[in-house]
């Protein structure tokens, strides 16, 4: 499909003059809202005490409270998830915290297949029945007022920390954490379901370690060799009365490796604080001391010198591996990895959670071209939707963001078992699917999610009226599919591709949703030599000029397009800058994204 290149476009004025940058990455900073010098000191320089104060969330104080007292009696208290990578690792960062208080915490992840997303009726009953006391909530929970209901009625309090958007009434819960909530006062309404987590239990933490004379912040990364020689921290409890707990004030940064795998594969926009949890993330993940992490990362094949780490690294390599559980089989695998205390154990688990991906792979691309088949004939239509009632529940989101990727427009995958159908649906940019589904909410027995990814439950015998309703809401709502665009942060010269530049654009990452990689266009490229690589020929290499001097450049996927270019000579190209090292030797490349042949 034909890509439109849209450069974008900022008003000079709005470029901030501060002479100790580059004016380039000026307009970089500025095209991501930046001009204001403290801020881009901040963006340059990400500091773990710029995360906001978790007690923001007005229930925190409570939630804490409640948390520390069971803790106290040695309450049971139970983790309710759900099964994708930004549930399970908040699952085991709630998990891992209250281990280190001396709690055991119960979890439970329901089944993709049986139960479905989220809180229901039965598994709160069966909660309550084995004991549970406490209800904490990962990732889910926040339209749950039935269910909330339920176990108030039960004796069974519920801290409910979530991060979708809120589609019914507000649950009646002792505690209700998510940013998204409009009555709250957090200031990041993008945190992830492990982000939320997190927060939590920094507070548990700090409230802890307030009674002690420690600072509130300590180094950026935990120092590998604390466990040896925790201090002992007096705890404040209940009643005034010290306990006794080896926890080192900052000990929850070791969760940040979790933290930041959960946002990535949450695929929320890398601005803010979840940039910052992903950046500290990234670090802690460089010497993760959870086995199953270490387990994960040798069979996904990350050896040395896939260091350091980076987004790519999460959200395509480990989450897939964690998300292919609740797939094809159960969460319960990825999260007993997560948590596993031994080598074995994990390296076990991680094997599994490999061979599960790799089934996943193979079924993803069955259903892909089976519902790009039945698409084929619907590309008239401004709403893509597909359905089956052959089709695996656990890959049908993963080809809705297939489809949504390739035709660019809004797209809803549905699997029917009998009577009964769910489907994933995935959207654009400027598309909010929460709203679409909010329009067809009669022909719907469940849905919710966010703006770009969300879920339902309907009849059967509903699809075809469902689908109706969804395109009349499409000409209300006033949307156009566009062709597929490629944005463009600035036009440059061969003058600004230089080390000092590559410098600072490193430093914009982490990259990801919300935060991409800057991204350039550049005239009247002179072609010096180009040939096809890879195993099929499907690259391209090219040797280029651009103002008289010469690059490499690669192009992934081009490689068809050699004998145009071979006989064009010229051509415009939207590309990253890159450095390719091989043999000690270092240089610049251009990886180019898309390219047209000129006259
Ligand atoms: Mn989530």
Redesign the pocket.
Known sequence: MQKKWQLKQIEESLIPKLPEYPALILRLLANRGMTEPREIKNFFNPDYANLSDPFLFSDMKKAVARIQGAVEKQEPICIYADY?A??ITACAVVYLGLKKLGVRANYYIPDRFSEGYGLNIEAIKKLASEGNKLIITV?CGTNAVEEARLAQELGVDMIITD?HEITDGLPEALALLNPKNRQDNYPFPYL??AGVAYKLVQALFRNLNSSTSNPPHSPLVPRGDETAEEPPLRVRGGEGELLTKGVLVGWEKWLLDLVAIGTVA?LQPLTSENRLLVHFGLQVLNKTRWLGLQALIQVAGLDAQSRPFDTYTLGFLLAPRINAAGRIKHGNLAFQLLVAEDDNEAKQLAKELDELNSHRQTLTQQILSEAKSQVETKLDKKILLVASDNWPKGVVGLVAGKLTEEYNRPSLVIEKDGEKATGSARSVNDYDMVQALNYCQNLLQKYGGHAQAAGFALESKNIEAFYQKLLEYAEVAGYTPEPYEINIDSEVAAQDLTWDIYGYLAKFGPFGVGNPKPRFLAKNFKLLEARQVGSDNQHLKLRCSLDGQEFNAIAFGKGFLTDILNSNKTFDAVFELESNEWNGHKELQLKIIDLNATQ
């Open positions: 994708d930004d549930a990732d991060h992830t379901g949450d």
